[in-house]
């Protein structure tokens, strides 16, 4: 059949921004409500709302993203877990695009992961800063570190793979416990996520954020020499360490934001808050876009879509 007789379907638009970065990944933040109290959370860069978005609302959104070229969703919060409705979202979203995953802390993780993989949940990462009971609690202010390592270990047997343990390391606080983390996700079957604080440019000055920085630098280059294979996370070209962990393996990928140009020179994601707006980055404030507002008024999706690519072409790398 020859192009001219082909019939008519809808073009696939890869949107990007001025920097040839595609946008290919929509993170999207479900509640800002959270069980725990940790002092290093960044609120997905989202000023303090009440106001949370439908399941059928996010389908909506989710829907026009796609024809930008969104073909994966992070679903997040706050806890998105603490959404009785969150099953419901996924399976909604999970119908229109390639991939979605979850982060959560795990508290509620166990009960629910069967359900998730139903619904169509591809993939989970859980935050787990350390297995010391005392310093988890230091850092994130309650919960319990049982029903994480439970959480993981039936996020592992359902399938929700692979599932990621994302550890922020800080300075003089859990540094040690990384060879600690490293085996127990050898053991669990899990990857283990090392993750730098990280804080805005004018944040990075205070007393309270470098007396808490970790640089991974070290510990990657040790990575490195010891690594049987290296690859690379297309996001951000986060690379994938793959190393011995007593009689195991274990894949171990590094997140290192802070000051990193190449972080930020394959960034291929954009945010949407809880309350509808959409965010470029999430260490600038500045070129949100309110999308929620003009849907609630009857905005078309060829409007919304209009408004997606007004958020794309405001996205700048913040460490360039």
């Not at 978005?53 to 992070?74: D, F, H, Q, S, Y």
């Not at 570190?145 to 959480?151: D, L, W, Y």
């Not at 849907?295 to 460490?319: C, H, I, Q, T």
Request: include cysteine.
């Amino acid at each position: 059949m020859s192009p001219s007789n082909e019939p008519a379907v809808a073009q696939r638009v890869h949107a990007e921004d001025g920097y040839g970065r595609p946008v290919r990944s929509l993170r999207i933040s479900v509640t800002q409500a959270c069980d725990l109290k940790c002092d290093h959370c960044h609120k997905e860069g989202q000023s303090r709302s009440s106001e949370e978005m439908t399941p059928e609302e996010i389908e909506r959104l989710v829907g026009v993203a796609k024809t930008v070229g969104v073909r994966k969703v992070k679903l997040t919060g706050g806890e998105p877990l603490m959404r009785p409705d969150i099953s419901d979202i996924v399976r909604k979203v999970s119908a229109l695009v390639d991939e979605v995953s979850l982060t959560t802390n795990g508290q509620k993780l166990a009960n629910l992961a069967d359900g998730l993989k139903s619904a169509g949940l591809s993939r989970v990462n859980v935050s787990l800063h350390s297995r010391d009971p005392e310093v988890y609690r230091r850092l994130c202010g309650a919960g319990s570190v049982g029903s994480i390592v439970g959480g993981i270990s039936k996020a592992v047997s359902v399938g929700l793979n692979p599932v990621k343990v994302n550890m922020v390391v800080f300075k003089g606080v859990n540094e040690h416990a990384i060879d600690d983390m490293t085996r127990f996700c050898a053991e669990a079957g899990a990857v283990l996520q090392l993750i730098e604080y990280e804080a805005s440019r004018e944040g990075s000055k205070d007393r309270s954020f470098t007396e808490r920085f970790y640089s991974l630098a070290e510990v990657e280059r040790s990575l490195s020499e010891r690594a049987s294979e290296v690859d690379f996370n297309e996001l951000h070209r986060r690379r994938r360490y793959t190393v011995e962990a007593g009689v195991r393996k274990v894949v171990v990928e590094v997140v290192r934001p802070m000051h990193n140009t190449e972080f930020c020179a394959h960034c291929t994601r954009i945010r949407l808050s809880s309350d509808g707006k959409l965010k470029p980055c999430l260490l600038d404030p500045a070129g949100e876009v309110d999308v929620l507002s003009p849907m609630s008024r009857g905005a078309s999706d060829e409007e919304l879509k209009s408004l997606f690519m007004e958020a794309v072409s405001k996205r700048r790398p913040y460490w360039r």
